[in-house]
């Protein structure tokens, strides 16, 4: 059910979204009723998170099942003795699924109150705790072991500091402050440690700060699938195109038992050295992460390079990943973007010039898989339609595992293309209502399909390159 007000955008980015989701195909397809029902049905799962938790294993160290011995004995611990399931992914062996419990409707409202960023907000609603920095406001009473009340100041209208505020905020549930609201805003900027740690949360989530660190790496189901979908296999040269902040990387020399190369690339330094340390500290010797722009990654003279940096020589990689920037409209929770129109239409250009770097690194007969975490047509759809008449040298191909729905039409593709694609829509499923009792009924099989449709919006596109450009 929903308990969030729908995704807060800009009028013109909501209407150019509603192009994108109404076009004449999908209007001549659904009518123009259900493809406005469904649109809005998707602004408001927006706002809500995933129904599930998604972990993958880091089966270089250990196995599935030992980690999830582990995790079981971590959630009966954060949940006080509740007894949560957690799913293997019968498709994807290496993913292990927490069901998230909620809304949770019978929380009582405190007086004393904390304002956290939407981002802070977005973080709760997933498991996380409140840290320092991302309270904006407090009440003037509020000392450290007080119940508190914490809400998102979704528009990011609250002044740091305030003591109270009366614009837009959304209930995000209570927690125990472990300051006083005189040290969050004492104007130390080391202040770093956590805030509030949230004992009833609206939507209860595991918290993975530190857990199991060595193995596991908390990712959203489709983007687990993405690497699955790549199928890199021993001994093979990949390319992760952009890279951070590494959870496909690893994700990429942990399926390749760490035999062969995996060459991650990102422009900037700080996430290269986030890359570093997730290989280091996950126990993968395979990865070499280099600072470098991806749209540059091609040598252009043809001089044999001995020394393997970037740039490369063209068709130098058996497989490459390019999950792209993107505009990120896919991500959930997410209660309200302040995007202009200008930046989230922003993407294509870059995509296109990354798509192309890609295909003139890969070598005839490689596998290209684009990847995306936001839901529009001109990032998604139309960047297929676009590579398959810029690139003759690339086919289509159907994927495995086959998790998510089919593309969407608008973009002048095939039914058969369409079907060859991977598209997460968040408004595939009702916005479950889930309890103890609820999930002590729910079956394996139904509890499997909702955390397959409810996810984020996500796209996959997989190529094979048949010729030599």
Same mark, same amino acid.
């Given at each position: 059910?929903?308990?969030?007000?729908?995704?807060?955008?800009?009028?013109?980015?909501?209407?150019?979204?509603?192009?994108?989701?109404?076009?004449?195909?999908?209007?001549?397809?659904?009518?123009?009723?259900?493809?406005?029902?469904?649109?809005?049905?998707?602004?408001?799962?927006?706002?809500?998170?995933?129904?599930?938790?998604?972990?993958?294993?880091?089966?270089?160290?250990?196995?599935?099942?030992?980690?999830?011995?582990?995790? *079981?004995?971590?959630?009966?611990?954060?949940?006080?003795?509740?007894?949560?399931?957690?799913?293997?992914?019968?498709?994807?062996?290496?993913?292990?699924?927490?069901?998230?419990?909620?809304?949770?409707?019978?929380?009582?409202?405190?007086?004393?109150?904390?304002?956290?960023?939407?981002?802070?907000?977005?973080?709760?609603?997933?498991?996380?705790?409140?840290?320092?920095? =991302?309270?904006?406001?407090?009440?003037?009473?509020?000392?450290?072991?007080?119940?508190?009340?914490?809400?998102?100041?979704?528009?990011?209208?609250?002044?740091?500091?305030?003591? /109270?505020?009366?614009?837009?905020?959304?209930?995000?549930?209570?927690?125990?402050?472990?300051?006083?609201?005189?040290?969050?805003?004492?104007?130390?900027? /080391?202040?770093?440690?956590?805030?509030?740690?949230?004992?009833?949360?609206?939507?209860?989530?595991?918290?993975?700060?530190?857990?199991?660190?060595?193995?596991?790496?908390?990712?959203?189901?489709?983007?687990?699938?993405?690497?699955?979908?790549?199928?890199?296999?021993?001994?093979?040269?990949?390319?992760?195109?952009?890279?951070?902040?590494?959870?496909?990387?690893?994700?990429?020399?942990?399926?390749?038992?760490?035999?062969? /190369?995996?060459?991650?690339?990102?422009?900037?330094?700080?996430?290269?050295?986030?890359?570093?340390?997730?290989?280091?500290? *996950?126990?993968?010797?395979?990865?070499?992460?280099?600072?470098?722009?991806?749209?540059?990654?091609?040598?252009?003279?043809?001089?044999?390079?001995?020394?393997?940096?970037?740039?490369?020589?063209?068709?130098?990689?058996?497989?490459?990943?390019?999950?792209?920037?993107?505009?990120?409209?896919?991500?959930?929770?997410?209660?309200?973007?302040?995007?202009?129109?200008?930046?989230?239409?922003?993407?294509?250009?870059?995509?296109?010039?990354?798509?192309?770097?890609?295909?003139?690194?890969?070598?005839?007969?490689?596998?290209?898989?684009?990847?995306?975490?936001?839901?529009?047509?001109?990032?998604?759809?139309?960047?297929?339609?676009?590579?398959?008449?810029?690139?003759?040298?690339?086919?289509?191909?159907?994927?495995?595992?086959?998790?998510?729905?089919?593309?969407?039409? =608008?973009?002048?593709?095939?039914?058969?293309?369409?079907?060859?694609?991977?598209?997460?829509?968040?408004?595939?499923?009702?916005?479950?209502?889930?309890?103890?009792?609820?999930?002590?009924?729910?079956?394996?099989?139904?509890?499997?399909?909702?955390?397959?449709?409810?996810?984020?919006?996500?796209?996959?596109?997989?190529?094979?390159?048949?010729?030599?450009?």
């Amino acid at each position: 059910m929903s308990v969030f007000p729908k995704i807060s955008l800009r009028p013109e980015v909501e209407n150019y979204l509603k192009e994108g989701f109404m076009n004449k195909e999908i209007v001549t397809a659904l009518g123009k009723q259900e493809a406005e029902r469904k649109f809005e049905t998707l602004l408001k799962h927006l706002s809500h998170p995933p129904s599930f938790t998604t972990v993958r294993v880091n089966t270089h160290l250990a196995s599935v099942q030992h980690v999830k011995n582990l995790l *079981l004995d971590e959630l009966q611990k954060q949940f006080n003795g509740l007894s949560v399931p957690i799913l293997q992914h019968p498709d994807l062996q290496d993913v292990l699924l927490i069901p998230v419990i909620g809304p949770r409707k019978n929380i009582k409202k405190q007086q004393c109150e904390a304002i956290v960023g939407a981002q802070c907000g977005n973080a709760v609603l997933r498991g996380a705790h409140v840290y320092a920095p =991302g309270i904006v406001s407090a009440s003037k009473f509020m000392k450290a072991g007080d119940v508190i009340s914490v809400y998102s100041d979704i528009k990011g209208k609250c002044k740091k500091g305030a003591k /109270e505020f009366d614009g837009t905020k959304v209930f995000l549930g209570n927690g125990i402050s472990e300051l006083s609201r005189k040290e969050i805003f004492s104007g130390l900027p /080391e202040l770093k440690g956590m805030g509030i740690r949230m004992t009833e949360p609206v939507y209860l989530s595991p918290s993975f700060d530190n857990v199991l660190p060595r193995y596991l790496f908390l990712q959203n189901l489709p983007s687990a699938l993405v690497t699955h979908v790549l199928n890199p296999q021993p001994g093979e040269k990949i390319l992760d195109l952009c890279a951070a902040p590494g959870g496909k990387t690893t994700h990429i020399a942990a399926l390749m038992h760490d035999q062969g /190369e995996v060459i991650a690339l990102d422009k900037i330094f700080n996430k290269v050295e986030k890359i570093k340390q997730n290989a280091l500290l *996950l126990g993968l010797n395979s990865i070499r992460a280099f600072c470098f722009d991806g749209t540059k990654a091609v040598k252009l003279d043809m001089v044999e390079d001995t020394e393997g940096d970037p740039p490369f020589l063209p068709e130098s990689f058996d497989r490459i990943l390019l999950d792209a920037p993107c505009s990120g409209m896919g991500q959930r929770p997410n209660m309200a973007c302040t995007w202009s129109l200008k930046e989230v239409a922003s993407y294509q250009p870059l995509q296109r010039k990354l798509f192309t770097a890609a295909v003139q690194l890969l070598k005839p007969e490689g596998v290209l898989v684009y990847s995306t975490c936001t839901i529009t047509l001109a990032e998604n759809e139309e960047q297929v339609a676009w590579a398959l008449t810029k690139f003759p040298c690339l086919q289509l191909q159907r994927q495995e595992p086959q998790i998510g729905g089919e593309g969407m039409r =608008g973009a002048g593709l095939s039914c058969e293309q369409l079907k060859q694609l991977q598209r997460f829509d968040p408004s595939a499923v009702p916005l479950p209502d889930t309890d103890m009792d609820s999930l002590r009924e729910a079956r394996r099989e139904d509890m499997l399909r909702l955390a397959n449709k409810d996810s984020i919006g996500f796209f996959i596109a997989k190529f094979v390159k048949c010729k030599s450009t």
